[in-house]
């Protein structure tokens, strides 16, 4: 079946613009997560969502940064006034369910490069 | 922050060769622990998961787990220049939901 798919797959922006994020999980999928990797740098998580709720948003750095979910699939991560230290690549994952021995499954991630 | 370690490597291993993959992790109360391959420009694509102290195996992969001692790693038997990629280590965080990852061990398989 599909994977975890996103969306753009590279982004250039100017410091100070909005982007926005996409990620589409697998079907069926009710727990989706948003991690970052940077250069030389572990995965660092953001936010969790189950279905369309939050209950962990520990990981987003700033308030500059927000993340949504709607109809329980699709979610949005969406960055404002872009920083040059937002420069990373955003990568979603899904799993069946909450619980911790769900396996993850990751998308392709989303390259951001801000100039 | 509860801390995933790994040695960064490179480990370079003989092709026909096992490949060790180490792990260790701070927090005592982790329950779940995997093992993601990620090739350069690409995302981590899950090859293991282990819950239970002891072996477990999968085609060429064993992962193994040691709670008391805090310690998880990865095994590669009869290792291909294919696995050469780096392998990350993840264990769950204390909410359980989120995963904490090492920094990853880049792996070499030489011809």
């Known amino acids: 079946g599909a994977g975890v798919s996103q969306s753009p797959s590279n982004k250039v922006t100017e410091k100070g613009k909005d982007v926005e994020l996409r990620c589409d999980p697998i079907?069926?999928?009710?727990?989706l997560y948003w991690y970052r990797q940077s250069l030389g740098q572990g995965l660092e998580f953001l936010i969790y969502?189950?279905?369309?709720?939050?209950?962990?948003k520990s990981g987003l750095p700033s308030d500059r940064f927000s993340a949504e979910r709607t109809g329980g699939s699709v979610s949005t991560l969406t960055i404002q006034r872009t920083q040059q230290e937002d420069s990373a690549v955003y990568l979603c994952?899904?799993?069946?369910?909450?619980?911790?021995?769900?396996?993850?499954?990751f998308g392709p991630g989303t390259r951001l490069t801000v100039l | 922050q509860k801390e995933v370690e790994q040695n960064s490597g490179p480990l370079s291993v003989p092709e026909g060769a096992i490949a060790s993959l180490n792990c260790t992790y701070s927090?005592?109360?982790?329950?779940?622990f995997f093992w993601y391959r990620q090739y350069s420009g690409k995302s981590p694509e899950l090859i293991m998961s282990?819950?239970?102290?002891g072996d477990k195996e999968d085609g060429r992969f064993t992962a193994q787990l040691n709670k008391a001692s805090q310690y998880v790693s990865l095994l590669i038997r009869d290792s291909q220049p294919s696995d050469s990629a780096t392998y990350l280590c993840?264990?769950?965080?204390?909410?359980?939901?989120?995963?904490?990852f090492g920094k990853g061990t880049s792996l070499l398989v030489t011809p």
């Open positions: 079907s069926g999928h009710t727990a």
């Open positions: 927090d005592r109360g982790s329950q779940s």
């Open positions: 993840a264990v769950n965080s204390n909410s359980g939901y989120a995963l904490n």
């Open positions: 969502f189950q279905g369309n709720s939050a209950p962990d």
């Open positions: 994952a899904s799993s069946l369910g909450p619980y911790m021995l769900n396996e993850q499954f």
């Open positions: 282990i819950y239970s102290n």
